[in-house]
């Protein structure tokens, strides 16, 4: 599967920002894996955001998220946004589109058990 992240971007703290990640596949359907979002901060691990399953339509998040993201889709094109509100200096960080083949014996936060990873998108937020 191919993911194409995008929508980052140069804000100020309490600036909302949506990004966006469009997946294609030839092999299997994109409906096959589970969809989630990481970060990585500047010297830090990548951690898991949010994350999504075609599936059962299941939606899922970081405790630091606190209701300021939320992940939703456009399923006819095949798109899973993140919109990003209240943002604040620590979530500046290079922000990642992830599939994970389902079904799948990680978590939501397993970065090791991610199958495919899109490029980056950084996201600066200035206080």
């Known amino acids: 599967v191919q993911l194409q992240a995008s929508g980052g971007g140069l804000v100020q703290a309490g600036d909302s920002l949506r990004l966006s990640c469009a997946a294609s596949?030839?092999?299997?359907?994109?409906?096959?894996?589970?969809m989630g979002w990481f970060r990585q901060a500047p010297g830090k691990e990548r951690e898991f955001v949010a994350g999504?399953?075609?599936?059962?339509?299941?939606?899922y998040y970081a405790d630091f998220v606190r209701g300021r993201f939320t992940i939703s889709t456009d399923n006819a094109k095949k798109t899973v946004y993140l919109q990003l509100n209240s943002l604040n200096v620590e979530d500046t960080a290079v922000y990642f589109c992830?599939?994970?083949?389902?079904?799948?014996?990680?978590?939501?936060?397993?970065?090791?058990?991610?199958?495919?990873w899109g490029k980056g998108t950084q996201v600066t937020v200035s206080s």
């Open positions: 992830a599939a994970t083949l389902m079904p799948s014996r990680t978590s939501w936060y397993d970065v090791g058990g991610v199958d495919y």
């Open positions: 999504y399953t075609w599936g059962g339509g299941t939606t």
């Open positions: 596949g030839r092999r299997r359907s994109v409906s096959s894996y589970r």
